[in-house]
């Protein structure tokens, strides 16, 4: 009996083994035959072996790209071959959607003010966009609740699913999960509607890639059911150049912290492989857009050189080379000349070797380039002498394979029909292009659900997560003579918390600092906080971050906070002992705070209730710093724009990090 049914079960293994084999050899072929979800308005569904196809160009009759069933190159080299030159270029630019009123379809075009110089261009009315100028991606700026987003951006679909191939409308995004952003083009959304979590930078404090990727599957989540497929972030960019405008959007100037933080968020974002809960990333600002020549920003033509002194490139492609590995699906390259490092020296989304040697060839990226907004019309480093139509030609003869935030596609046209652009290059960029939106499965079902949107967006579980991070990301920098945690009952006087808080933390609100046992203060540099991590010039509601690229006119920037601002707040800490909690955008030079106050802690976006439950220890402090704080401007000036962590004897080292219980470092 034993020895037969040893017998059966090979018989049944080897039968098992060929139908495995079997299904596996036909799924090379053939996909999963699983009904998916259709989302039709206007498409007529086709019946084609007991299975439910939309007919997208309305011919009667299923063609390969509108076959789920089939493989996604086959179905990209079927749609490709159907487009006419209009609609391959109308792929290739993707500039901001506005929204009529009351979440209405807007169809009124509008003039665009060039926010950095240059010429204005116009924005066209969404049925213009889709139908005319064939463009199918779009920035989504605008922020509104749940319900209303859903039911824009669906209107918006249902116009496109009526065009002639019926490709769907592509919506990405800036970030828009991080406390206290405002609305800034190019940087942030304002992210009232969604869960609140610490600013990148805090992530990275955590040093706890786990929540890390919780974080980004969360933020997925809320994207997706609200029908926005697509986010410009995370950046690459290492903070080795403490006065760049652009640090609080970093993941820090360690390479490696920041690898392991990028690839946790693409995990979540993307996950395992890009599908219907998927959103795509745009990994930025390739090939790192860190080292600008004196710390300025490169929207400007001050700051148009990034620079090399330390030899220190290959560095900052450390977490590039992650992020590829991790399954990258496009990149943004960065406005900035790099110095000494190619033959050309023009923007990085223009040049070839970046772009084409670099990053394709030797890196091994396959995916989508997506340039930097205002590449052809405003940041136009290197290429300032040729017309709007050679820059376009130029980036896509380097490898670009989008235009960001431009509405132009007939540039793109008249290339091609006048034989300055071959049609064969521009159907390189469609594939690559719509390889990602048929695996995020748009081309099935663009729609979203608002009353799955309005459960989803910032609910109670994805903010108590939230509220974990915020506590994490805290750093304590200083913690004299043990004055953390504060005891129950302790008086407090507050500036930039709600005194209402304290009660809730068992401390006592003292309403002048001579009848307090101990000062708080929240600083925001130039201004005091307000409650829940917002400043209080603005008042409630305003951001907390430095908001917009940092227009110096060229000057030499400094990292000190304004004398009017240190003298108040040393005079208080000369009157009692002070504990200060200073939001830390960039590596600010804090020497006089470091010295003077009873404990010094870094925030990185938080509420008032996560920063007191470090402050009384109802939460152990574990977070570390993700840049060093120098000592000097002098100390800043002197250290080399490429280099990590490499300011003279600073204030505060790359990693450093109190708990309780401790007097010294946890790192």
Not at 195 to 224: C, I, K, N
Not at 273 to 290: D, I, W, Y
Not at 295 to 304: A, E, I, L, P, R
Not at 555 to 582: F, G, Y
């Amino acid at each position: 009996m034993k020895s037969l049914r040893t017998h059966e079960f090979a018989t049944i293994a080897v039968l098992l083994t060929v139908l495995c084999l079997g299904m596996a050899a036909a799924g090379r072929s053939t996909p999963s035959v699983a009904q998916p979800v259709l989302g039709a308005r206007t498409a007529r569904l086709l019946d084609v072996d007991g299975l439910k196809f939309k007919d997208l160009n309305k011919n009667g009759r299923l063609d390969a790209y509108e076959d789920w069933r089939r493989p996604t190159d086959e179905r990209v080299n079927d749609l490709v071959s159907q487009m006419r030159v209009e609609e391959k270029a109308g792929m290739m630019v993707g500039p901001t959607l506005v929204m009529g009123p009351n979440g209405t379809v807007n169809e009124e075009s509008r003039p665009m003010p060039n926010p950095f110089g240059g010429p204005s261009w116009t924005l066209p009315g969404t049925s213009e966009a889709l139908s005319q100028r064939h463009i199918t991606q779009f920035i989504n700026r605008v922020n509104t609740d749940p319900k209303t987003m859903v039911g824009w951006l669906n209107g918006v679909q249902q116009l496109a699913e009526g065009t002639r191939l019926g490709i769907p409308a592509f919506f990405v995004t800036n970030p828009r999960n991080h406390l206290g952003s405002g609305a800034v083009i190019g940087i942030d959304e304002a992210a009232g509607s969604f869960s609140q979590w610490p600013g990148t930078l805090g992530l990275a404090a955590t040093r706890d890639p786990r929540l890390v990727q919780e974080f980004a599957s969360m933020a997925a989540q809320e994207y997706v059911s609200m029908g926005i497929r697509g986010a410009y972030h995370p950046q690459a960019d290492l903070a080795t150049e403490p006065r760049w405008a652009r640090i609080s959007g970093t993941l820090g100037e360690d390479a490696e912290v920041a690898s392991q933080m990028l690839v946790a968020m693409m995990r979540g974002f993307q996950g395992p492989q890009l599908g219907p809960q998927s959103v795509a990333l745009v990994v930025k600002h390739f090939p790192g857009g860190g080292p600008v020549e004196g710390g300025q920003d490169s929207h400007f033509v001050y700051g148009k050189n990034q620079v090399y002194p330390g030899g220190k490139f290959s560095y900052h492609l450390v977490p590039f080379r992650a992020a590829i590995n991790a399954g990258a699906v496009a990149m943004m390259p960065y406005y900035s000349i790099p110095k000494g490092i190619t033959k050309e020296e023009v923007g990085m989304a223009f040049n070839s070797q970046i772009v084409t040697d670099l990053l394709r060839n030797e890196l091994g990226f396959k995916g989508v380039v997506n340039s930097d907004s205002g590449i052809t019309t405003s940041m136009v480093w290197g290429v300032e002498r040729l017309t709007v139509e050679q820059r376009y030609k130029k980036a896509i003869d380097a490898g670009t394979d989008l235009i960001g935030n431009d509405a132009t596609p007939d540039y793109i046209v008249n290339l091609v029909k006048s034989g300055q652009l071959s049609e064969k290059r521009i159907d390189e960029s469609v594939r690559r292009i719509l390889r990602v939106r048929f695996a995020l499965g748009i081309f099935e079902n663009p729609y979203a659900d608002a009353e799955l949107a309005a459960r989803t967006v910032n609910n109670p579980e994805f903010q108590k997560k939230a509220d974990l991070a915020q506590r994490k990301s805290i750093v304590v920098l200083k913690n004299s003579n043990g004055i953390l945690p504060l005891r129950k009952s302790t008086k407090v006087y507050v500036e930039g918390i709600d005194p209402a808080m304290l009660l809730r933390d068992g401390l006592v609100a003292a309403s002048r600092p001579e009848d307090a046992d101990v000062c708080i203060l929240r600083v925001v540099s130039g201004r005091m906080s307000t409650g829940s991590g917002r400043p209080s010039a603005g008042g409630p509601g305003a951001g907390n971050r430095q908001l917009g690229a940092m227009d110096t006119g060229g000057a030499p920037i400094v990292l000190t906070l304004p004398a009017e601002q240190v003298a108040h707040i040393r005079t208080i800490m000369r009157a009692k002992p002070t504990v200060v909690a200073i939001h830390l955008d960039r590596p600010y030079v804090i020497p006089e705070l470091a010295l003077e106050s009873a404990a010094l802690l870094g925030t990185f976006g938080v509420s008032d209730q996560a920063l007191l439950a470090v402050l009384t220890g109802a939460f152990v402090p574990t977070g570390k710093l993700p840049f060093e704080l120098p000592a000097s401007m002098d100390a800043v000036r002197a250290q080399k724009e490429d280099v990590p962590y490499d300011s003279k004897d600073p204030l505060f080292a790359f990693a450093h990090g109190l708990t309780y219980h401790e007097g010294t470092s946890s790192r």
